[in-house]
């Protein structure tokens, strides 16, 4: 509740200043803080809100102190380790959690653009030995049409319709993975706020994220499912990350938006068929059809 009407009455920059403050605490009491042992690293758009609030309330779940995404491994990794740790709660609330449960407590974050960063994988590999990681997926064209309602929204985006935003993406990527890659210090607007098509080709960031740290480290979760049977979703949830299910959890969606800028039939149809062989490949790692598929083929039929 204090949270809530924290984030709704508080002015900005009455927020800001507390998080400097809080930042600056954690920073100087790092050593006394537990690293997450999960990330919830995507997909954009795709219900990480939604998982992390639900992931919040389980007792044994420890968010961090601020804000849900911190942003470390992707575009602030310069900023060094004893910054990251200052963001999460200190090792006395861990054990508080684990007095109070009976369990070992776990920290956890979720900033998606970890995902979609060249970097970021081998960065919290590296960093976070024995992590676990958490990927949604989503129907990608409902994905890149939300995306692009979003950075719309935000002021991010200033090409305000979706059909023409598609087409300049091509152009505006050019060069930005490579860039990225081959200079940590470097970063892009564009590749963080405007791969509207790019985001939605899973794969392509789950396989390297997977020889990053291990297919049996990380579970990719259909939103779909999330969404219709959430009790299923988060028990999957649960028994992944080795926790019981403790108390109630109020499952609810969160960040939808309207969409600005419409998306023609035509437009729909070659997005749809730009993504067929990507969904194909990640029915591997859902275990079945993803289920935005299933829908269209359960409308092809009828």
């Not at 676990?132 to 309602?149: G, N």
């Not at 649960?238 to 926790?243: A, D, K, S, V």
Request: with cysteine; aromatic share 10%.
């Amino acid at each position: 509740m204090i949270q809530r009407i924290l984030r709704e009455r508080v002015p900005a920059p009455v927020k800001a200043a507390v998080g400097h403050s809080t930042r600056a605490y954690g920073r100087m009491t790092s050593a006394s803080r537990i690293l997450p042992g999960l990330l919830v690293c995507g997909g954009q758009r795709c219900g990480t809100t939604s998982l992390y609030r639900a992931l919040a309330q389980h007792p044994a779940m420890l968010k961090p102190v601020c804000h849900k995404g911190v942003h470390y491994f992707d575009t602030a990794y310069d900023r060094g380790l004893s910054w990251y740790r200052a963001h999460f709660p200190t090792k006395a609330v861990a054990r508080r959690a684990a007095d109070h449960t009976g369990l070992a407590p776990i920290g956890f974050e979720s900033s998606p653009y970890y995902l979609y960063h060249p970097l970021a994988a081998q960065r919290f590999a590296r960093d976070l030995p024995g992590v676990k990681v958490i990927v949604l997926v989503r129907d990608p064209v409902e994905r890149a049409w939300s995306h692009h309602a979003h950075e719309v929204a935000r002021e991010f985006e200033d090409v305000a319709d979706f059909g023409a935003a598609i087409e300049a993406e091509p152009g505006r990527l050019r060069g930005t993975e490579e860039r990225l890659r081959h200079d940590g210090r470097h970063y892009s607007f564009d590749h963080q706020h405007h791969a509207y098509t790019a985001r939605g080709q899973y794969t392509d960031y789950l396989e390297p994220l997977a020889q990053q740290v291990g297919r049996d480290r990380l579970l990719v979760l259909d939103s779909g499912e999330f969404f219709t049977r959430p009790d299923d979703a988060f028990e999957r949830v649960l028994r992944f990350l080795g926790l019981p299910w403790l108390g109630e959890f109020a499952f609810a969606r969160h960040n939808a938006r309207g969409r600005p800028s419409p998306m023609s039939p035509a437009l729909r149809e070659h997005l749809t068929d730009h993504f067929a062989p990507y969904d194909d490949r990640l029915a591997d790692w859902l275990g079945a059809v993803p289920s935005w598929r299933q829908s269209q083929t359960a409308s092809a039929v009828q």
